[in-house]
């Protein structure tokens, strides 16, 4: 369900497409669909950085993850406000976070962002959508996927992933 409340209180669709979707092409990798905790990544067994914030999932855990992915779905709302422009930017902030991680030790955790709610990105918030495609263009993200094409390229990136941890890179 969503964070919201009362009658705006409803199935979080995307979110529930791509738990399915992870879950289906995992392999039998273990996957944290719901991370409850901090990212953290360490270095010959030693913490080297904590993420500020809890992400939507964590490839396969949120210890050393070869992937992680935030869902941003506004769905049911009356009014575009705040919670996309927070959303965008604590986006930003894992971005940089992980950059930092990838000059400073070498370590590259992919990150992803999966969008929905054609109405609230283009027509209400089309400055923060050109946002999202800066923090692409600058690296903090390595991939956007919109909507439907959620679809086709998350079966693949999920492939990748567990390639990824079957060569010993978790």
């Given at each position: 369900m969503n964070k919201q409340k009362g009658k705006k209180r409803k199935p979080a669709f995307l979110t529930g497409l791509v738990n399915m979707l992870v879950d289906t092409h995992r392999a039998e990798v273990p996957c944290d669909l719901d991370p409850r905790q901090l990212t953290s990544v360490t270095k010959d067994g030693f913490p080297v950085r904590t993420l500020a914030r809890r992400v939507d999932g964590a490839f396969p855990s949120a210890i050393n993850p070869v992937a992680l992915w935030e869902v941003k779905e506004y769905y049911h709302t009356t009014t575009f406000g705040s919670r996309v422009a927070d959303g965008v930017y604590e986006t930003l902030l894992d971005g940089m976070e992980l950059e930092e991680l990838r000059q400073n030790e070498g370590i590259h955790v992919k990150h992803y962002l999966i969008l929905d709610a054609r109405f609230t990105w283009w027509e209400c918030g089309r400055s923060y959508l050109?946002?999202?495609?800066?923090?692409?263009?600058?690296?903090?993200?390595?991939?956007?996927?919109?909507?439907?094409?959620?679809?086709k390229r998350l079966p693949k990136l999920v492939k990748g992933w567990v390639r990824e941890v079957r060569r010993g890179r978790h």
């Open positions: 050109c946002r999202v495609i800066d923090m692409l263009h600058m690296g903090y993200v390595d991939e956007v996927l919109f909507g439907r094409e959620t679809l």
